[in-house]
């Protein structure tokens, strides 16, 4: 069984940043593909980023490369999500996600190609 457990949301203002964490365990995550989804409330959940910790590319958003950032600290288990110049429309819950099969790049944007799911972490960003 694998754990996924997110942090880092928190309530923050318009333009400001903050870095979302997702570590997991349970076994030997290196061969992980893992990626962050976001859901806002009343709208569906949306992919965000994606990287594979056994040195895999990263894979962006259009929406919103050019304010997030995601990296892996492989010898942690661990992803982070850099969000900069936060938007009131970032407000959602952040899911982390993973799984050990093999995609394309674009096929790891459909949340169902993920095994395993964290509890989520919510991101507010007040006007």
């Known amino acids: 069984q694998v754990q996924l457990v997110e942090s880092g949301g928190e309530l923050v203002q318009a333009g400001g940043s903050l870095r979302l964490s997702c570590a997991a365990s349970?076994?030997?995550?290196?061969?992980?593909?893992m990626a962050w989804f976001r859901q806002a409330p009343g709208m569906e959940r949306e992919f965000v980023a994606a990287?594979?910790?056994?040195?895999?590319?990263?894979d962006i958003a259009d929406s919103v490369k050019d304010r997030f950032t995601i990296s892996s600290y492989n010898a942690k288990n661990t992803m982070y999500l850099q969000i900069n110049s936060l938007k009131p429309e970032d407000t959602a819950v952040y899911y982390c996600?993973?799984?050990?099969?093999?995609?394309?790049?674009?096929?790891?944007?459909?949340?169902?190609?993920?095994?395993?799911w964290g509890q989520g972490t919510q991101v507010t960003v007040s006007s």
């Open positions: 996600a993973a799984t050990e099969r093999r995609y394309t790049t674009s096929a790891y944007r459909e949340s169902y190609k993920y095994d395993f």
């Open positions: 349970g076994r030997s995550s290196s061969t992980f593909h």
């Open positions: 990287i594979g910790l056994n040195g895999g590319s990263a």
